[in-house]
């Protein structure tokens, strides 16, 4: 039960939905709502008013640019994502991650926005975001910005969005030349949360080689991170067994894992270097294909 009183409104349009969260400084945006919901129910978020989004129209569409770049509207549903064409074809890691998110009633419900901006440690969707090198397009009183991933997770529950900002979109750019990537997750048995989730993109030369790899990794950590070490490890080799073991090995340098009732940070620096090497495994054999 939510026991505190709030004002709800539904904006038809993005100029609104920032005029009403600005009115207040205690307004928030409601997407799916299956992360602020649970929050409001245990007294842990107290917004005076709720500004839902869900009738914004625009903040609903994928979309693919001349440039290439696949957006993402904020309000596009975990499910949605999951079973559209071309995220399943340019963005597989996206996909997997998505279809990886909670059961089908979350996915149904929860955003891609709505996950971003709130930064859950163990959320799925960032690892694809980072890996791809995804740009957080949201907008606010003074206009519009863009946020690159790797610049935006800034710790639990915390990014580089500012309170009165709304995202409005969530940019891929397409993956150049022979790339595969994919997400490989180790889900918590009760919650259905990544106590591990990693996305690899890997893009291969003409002679297999490894040019260039982008490794997200979410779950073991205060706020999803790029594995880096790995990636230089990897970059360059061949991608045999033994390049890819060297490289997952190096996904967890420079971080403090978590450790918590579902795994120790040990057992979880173990789970990323399994969950790294099966997602690295995956993107290259389909980088090949
Ligand atoms: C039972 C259960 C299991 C789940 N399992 C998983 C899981 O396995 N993996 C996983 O990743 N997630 C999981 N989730 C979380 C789920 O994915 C949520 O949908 C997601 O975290 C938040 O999306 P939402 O659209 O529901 O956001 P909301 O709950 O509506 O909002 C969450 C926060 O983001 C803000 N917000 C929302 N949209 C925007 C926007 N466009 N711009 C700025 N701020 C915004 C809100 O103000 C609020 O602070 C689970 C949730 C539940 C209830």
Do not use: C, W
């Not at 750019?173 to 990544?194: I, L, M, N, V």
């Not at 045999?240 to 090995?249: C, Q, R, S």
Request: glycine letters at 8%.
């Amino acid at each position: 039960m939510i026991t505190h009183p709030f004002t709800y409104q539904a904006p038809s349009t993005i100029e609104e939905a920032v005029r009403e969260l600005g009115r207040n400084g205690e307004s928030k945006v409601i997407a799916g709502g299956h992360s602020l919901l649970p929050l409001m129910k245990l007294g842990l978020a107290q917004p005076e008013a709720l500004i839902d989004l869900r009738r914004i129209a625009s903040l609903r569409e994928i979309r693919i640019e001349d440039d290439g770049i696949v957006a993402i509207g904020a309000l596009t549903t975990h499910r949605d994502i999951a079973h559209d064409p071309t995220v399943r074809a340019k963005l597989a890691a996206l996909a997997e991650a998505a279809s990886a998110v909670g059961d089908l009633q979350v996915r149904a419900r929860g955003t891609i926005g709505g996950s971003l901006a709130h930064a859950d440690p163990a959320a799925d969707e960032p690892a694809p975001a980072l890996a791809f090198d995804a740009t957080i397009r949201a907008i606010g009183p003074q206009g519009r910005r863009d946020i690159k991933a790797t610049e935006y997770f800034k710790g639990t529950f915390e990014t580089a969005l500012a309170e009165n900002e709304i995202i409005t979109e969530v940019r891929f750019p397409a993956p150049a030349g022979r790339t595969g990537s994919a997400y490989a997750k180790f889900a918590h048995p009760a919650s259905g949360f990544a106590v591990t989730g990693v996305a690899a993109v890997v893009t291969v030369k003409a002679d297999g080689s490894v040019e260039r790899v982008a490794i997200g990794v979410t779950g073991a950590a205060a706020a999803a991170y790029r594995a880096t070490a790995a990636e230089k490890a990897l970059a360059g080799t061949n991608g045999d067994a033994k390049a890819i073991a060297a490289a997952a090995a190096k996904a967890t340098d420079a971080i403090t894992a978590l450790s918590d009732l579902a795994a120790s940070s040990e057992y979880r620096k173990h789970l990323v270097t399994v969950y790294a090497k099966r997602a690295i495994e995956r993107a290259l054999s389909r980088a090949k294909a």
